[in-house]
């Protein structure tokens, strides 16, 4: 509000604004005394594991938190009564369960860094293991093999699952006939195959009856199994936040079903249909099952999905887990570092590009 | 779905009004002076009943949304048993005002506020204050009606003590208690035990007013109660006001300006000029209808503008 | 739900939370009344492009049937010779074994799953139930007791640990959880040993199903938690501050209002957890010690697994063998099958009634 002086209301005076308060947030004197209260269910925690035959992180860490609730229920009791205390007794549960769940995404990712980081060299990505032998020193061979197998499969995989799922989610959206229910219904059924199954399955569809050979194409086929189901639900809710206006729009103006879905529709969800692309990618990256079972997992690099053996990210780290040299388990977790980078990056991306998407 | 399923069980005296009410609204083309007339001819309400609290009181009050100030400066002493409107056109700031009396303000995540509030003497905002203490003292009926669905009537009524883990000797004879001052007892004591979801809208809310009377408030505020409902549903809700005004603290967010000068005692005119919303008159209903003081109130409710 | 029938009276007949619909006449009863026109049949005959669409676009959704219905008739085809001759046995019996002459010629066998049905259950049991409390708890703390910033990178957080590989946990549950879980099994032997479900014959807790359970527990979290926590996002706000507005702290109004509310989505996630749980392969068969009897001691080292039993004899089957893993391949999926069935219902049907 600008107060006009040049020309001042008989009614008004200058007044003088106070400045904003919020009185209802927590204070600094409530901020040391949650402080405290905390240091003292650790100290009580401490004392505890420190006076009995308990010993070890979990009893404290499970003392910790009973002693915080604790404590926190009789702070908010004396203060206010035994509603406020269960009610600060349930926000320190709430915030346990929180950490508890988030604890092993810490764990995993320094284990993964710390064990993964002295497997780093510089031929890593550019060597394969044709030459080298599992004990071989870390330096020698690399993952080449691995990453351009894993990136055909994903590719072909891709190449099959990207229409199909694509297909299904426009039919659930936009044709909307009598089959959409059921359908909803078997696109969630499928996401619940287990991976093993569809490797089983490939298995008996094609390799005993027709190819009688392990090859990438075999598990290009069982991973698109794998990630029709997460293009297609990511597809169609994407594809529901389209307005309906936009399509009434579209088909006002004369336009086909058809010409509207190509050149509306899927236009204006474009950013979110690549956003599903990548959540199917990353959904398959590092499935291991089907792999272990179709591709046979060769050591050097082949870029021919329909003959011979082709190695793969998850393959290359089980081998290595599974050989159990030192050289072996180290190679195993530098593998599991790049797939976790892996997956990271095709996280981040898929995170950019639905933040983008049509409102 | 109007006027909703047993018209016998209107006594002959709301018969009566909703027959004036009705003529009232047939001539509402001529609104000042019927509206004016209707703030005069309202009858009085009875004195001497026990009343809960000795009123609200707000001291210079503002309130912001991030750097956006919104309400400025409002200062208005609510009587304990008295009614008081807060009308205005949009945006001017009344829900906003009428949240901060009972701290709902602050679940916006941006808001803030500045003065006072004295709930029977004391400020609300002061540290150390329970929130959920003054928000059982200050019950708040909404725009729409939002009755738990997944509890039943005689649940819903009881929702607050339930809320507040209160004690309550006898239930049956609370719910009975509320649901006659809602007004709603003759429609729905046989089926107490069915779910509030399947209550017409006005029953819905004359459901969430028992409800909030079931924690005996001192102070009832009301955001638009009637803006969601038909005229049959209005009227019963407002013979609800006049009668719980004998034992408290009424104050209610009104778009029709009608409502205003039937339920009211006193009436609070806010307007915002682009800038943050300002009361720009409070006073007798009475007066503020027929002999406003100031021009734009003057306009909004002669129907210039607004 | 938002009930929008006073607005469309028939607009929306499946809305049956809408008890208002059994107040208004039946549509049967309109088209009785006399003098009503009967309405016209309205008739589009699609364009040859839109109709060859609608078949395209059909057919491809009609995918997601094709390839389950093909995954049962392949598996069970390939299963079939083991299903007849072992019969019932084969989902009773525990013994999982050919016995070979010097030649290599299969002299007897015999296949039952029952360890491994049993082991399978227990192991997603174990985990469904580790996980269900932390993943309501942190749901609960997303939606209602963080926002802005933080809970943004919280819920991203959680969001990426769903995207992790599983032989990412495999492995991380081998070298990290493994050492420390068997620790907090003899633990909870030690103190909780005298209720039947922490009592073990033999102390062994290497490898148990308990282990297996944490491992998938760890694995499934994020993806219950997130379910839970995209319906407990979206309680109705009037209904939060009917709550608040009646005097209602925190916990009271999650109690009274967003339970209630998420309590379906809270048992479809946990379902869906159930259902990744039971199919996980390589995050079980890294921590499981296969054993084929049936052991109901989750503590004990000695557990099976329908999927780890697959990998683990495949490398090594004659085709007879591979046909026996063929039927336990459908066992499997018949079961994943079932669960999320009985998931789709449930939520369903308490979606009906909590809003």
Same mark, same amino acid.
């Given at each position: 509000m600008s107060i006009e002086t040049d020309n001042p209301l008989p009614s008004k005076e200058k007044k003088i604004t106070p400045q904003p308060q919020t009185p209802w947030k927590t204070s600094g004197t409530e901020r040391a005394s949650s402080l405290i209260f905390i240091l003292a269910a650790a100290a009580a925690s401490y004392m505890t594991v420190a006076l009995t035959p308990m010993k070890g992180i979990l009893p404290l860490t499970l003392l910790f938190f009973i002693f915080a609730a604790l404590f926190s229920f009789i702070r908010g009791n004396r203060s206010r009564g035994i509603v406020a205390g269960q009610d600060s007794a349930a926000g320190v549960v709430m915030a346990i369960g929180m950490f508890v769940a988030l604890l092993p995404i810490a764990s995993i990712l320094y284990t993964t860094v710390s064990k993964g980081l002295p497997g780093l060299h510089r031929g890593l990505l550019f060597n394969?293991?044709?030459?080298?032998?599992?004990?071989?020193?870390?330096?020698?061979?690399?993952l080449s093999h691995a990453i351009v197998g894993t990136f055909v499969m994903v590719m072909i995989s891709l190449a099959i699952a990207l229409p199909l799922g694509l297909l299904t989610a426009i039919y659930i959206?936009?044709?909307?006939?009598?089959f959409t229910r059921p359908i909803r219904f078997l696109v969630q059924a499928m996401s619940g195959v287990p991976s093993i199954v569809a490797g089983l399955f490939i298995l008996s569809a *094609?390799?005993?009856?027709?190819?009688?050979t392990f090859s990438g194409l075999m598990g290009s086929l069982a991973l698109s199994i794998l990630m029709i189901p997460t293009i297609a639900r990511t597809a169609e809710e994407v594809l529901r936040l389209i307005p309906e206006d936009l399509r009434e729009a579209g088909l006002a103006l004369g336009g086909t079903q058809w010409r509207t879905v190509a050149m509306v529709v899927v236009p204006a969800a474009r950013s979110g249909l690549v956003t599903a692309v990548i959540l199917g990618i990353a959904r398959v990256a590092g499935e291991t099952a089907p792999i272990l079972l179709l591709t046979?997992?060769?050591d050097q690099i082949n870029?021919?999905?329909?003959?011979g053996a082709m190695g793969s990210l998850p393959f290359y780290i089980w081998k290595s887990f599974f050989f159990g040299s030192e050289e072996a388990v180290a190679r195993g977790w530098a593998g599991l570092l790049v797939l976790l980078t892996l997956v990271l990056i095709l996280f981040a991306t898929a995170r950019f590009f639905s933040t983008r998407k049509v409102r | 779905m109007t006027m909703s399923t047993t018209p016998e069980s209107l006594s002959a005296k709301q018969k009566e009004l909703e027959k004036k009410m009705t003529e009232e609204r047939s001539q509402s083309h001529t609104a000042p002076a019927s509206l004016a007339s209707v703030a005069q001819t309202k009858v009085s309400r009875p004195a001497g009943a026990k009343r809960l609290g000795t009123g609200l009181e707000a001291r210079g009050v503002h309130a912001w949304f991030g750097k956006n100030?919104?309400?400025?400066d409002i200062s208005v002493d609510f009587a304990s048993g008295t009614v008081t409107a807060l009308i205005g056109?949009?945006?001017?700031g009344k829900s906003t005002f009428i949240r901060t009396l009972n701290r709902m303000?602050?679940?916006?995540?941006?808001a803030a506020m500045a003065g006072e509030v004295l709930l029977d003497g004391k400020?609300?905002?002061?540290?150390?204050?329970?929130v959920t203490k003054i928000r059982l003292k200050v019950g708040m009926v909404f725009q729409k009606p939002n009755p *738990?669905?997944?509890?039943?009537i005689g649940e819903n009524v009881l929702a607050g003590l339930r809320l507040a883990q209160l004690k309550s000797t006898n239930k049956d004879d609370l719910v009975e208690e509320c649901l006659i001052r809602a007004g709603l007892w003759n429609e729905v004591k046989d089926r107490l035990?069915?779910?509030?979801?399947?209550?017409s809208g006005g029953q819905q809310q004359r459901l969430c007013i028992a409800r909030s009377l079931a924690v005996s408030p001192h102070v009832l505020l009301m955001?638009?109660?009637?803006?969601?409902?038909d005229p049959g549903s209005t009227l019963r809700i407002e013979e609800t006001i006049s009668e719980l005004a004998e034992s408290m603290t009424i104050i209610i967010v009104t778009h029709n300006m009608q409502q205003a000068a039937r339920v009211s005692d006193y009436t609070a005119f806010f307007l915002s000029d682009g800038g943050p919303g300002e009361m720009v008159e409070y006073g007798k209903t009475s007066e503020i209808f027929?002999?406003?003081?100031d021009k734009r109130t003057e306009n909004y409710v002669t129907g210039r503008f607004g | 739900m938002i009930c929008s029938s006073s607005v469309h009276?028939?607009?929306?007949?499946?809305?049956?939370?809408?008890?208002k619909m059994r107040l208004m006449p039946a549509p049967q009863a309109l088209a009785d009344a006399p003098n009503l026109p009967k309405p016209r049949v309205i008739t589009t005959e699609p364009r040859l492009s839109d109709k060859v669409f609608r078949a395209v676009v059909t057919a491809g959704g009609l995918s997601s049937l094709v390839i389950l219905g093909l995954i049962a008739v392949f598996l069970a085809y390939q299963g079939f010779e083991i299903l007849v001759t072992e019969g019932l046995d084969f989902f009773t019996s525990s013994k999982w074994e050919v016995i070979t002459d010097e030649y290599g010629d299969v002299v007897s066998y015999e296949f039952g799953l029952a360890a491994m049905l049993v082991g399978t259950m227990l192991c997603a049991l174990v985990a469904v139930f580790v996980a269900i409390p932390v993943s309501v708890a942190s749901a609960l703390f997303l939606s209602f007791y963080v926002r802005g910033k933080l809970k943004a990178i919280l819920i991203g957080s959680v969001d990426l640990m769903a995207a992790f590989p599983s032989i990412l946990f495999g492995f991380w549950g081998f070298f990290v959880l493994m050492p420390r879980a068997e620790y907090w099994a003899m633990l909870i032997n030690k103190y909780?040993?005298?209720?039947p479900l922490f009592?073990?014959?033999?102390r062994v807790f290497t490898r148990s199903p308990f282990l297996a359970g944490l491992v998938l527990a760890v694995m499934i979290i994020p993806i219950t938690t997130s379910v839970a926590r995209e319906v407990f996002d979206q309680t109705p706000l009037d209904r939060v501050q009917a709550a608040y507005a009646l005097g209602a702290t925190k916990w009271a109004m999650i109690k009274a209002v967003a339970l209630p509310y998420g309590r379906g989505g809270v048992v479809g996630g946990a379902m869906l957890g159930l259902g990744r749980a039971m199919g996980e392969t390589v995050a079980v068969y890294t921590v499981l010690n296969i054993v084929y009897d049936i052991n109901w001691?989750?503590?004990?080292g000695a557990g099976g697994n329908i999927a780890s039993l697959i990998l683990l004899k *495949?490398?090594?089957?004659?085709p007879l063998e591979v046909q026996a893993l063929m039927a336990a391949g459908l066992a499997l999926f018949l079961l994943t099958l079932l669960v999320n069935f009985i998931a789709d219902f449930i939520v369903k049907k308490s979606g009906k009634k909590g809003r």
């Open positions: 394969d293991m044709s030459a080298a032998t599992p004990t071989d020193p870390i330096t020698e061979g690399g959206t936009e044709i909307r006939g009598r *094609f390799v005993y009856p027709i190819t009688k046979g997992g060769g870029i021919n999905p329909v003959e | 100030h919104v309400l400025s056109p949009s945006g001017c303000h602050e679940f916006i995540p941006t400020d609300i905002y002061a540290p150390g204050t329970d *738990f669905p997944s509890m039943t035990d069915e779910h509030g979801g399947a209550l955001d638009e109660p009637c803006s969601a409902l027929s002999n406003p003081k | 009276p028939f607009a929306t007949p499946d809305c049956d939370s809408c008890p909780l040993g005298w209720i009592a073990v014959d033999e001691q989750i503590l004990f *495949f490398g090594e089957a004659r």
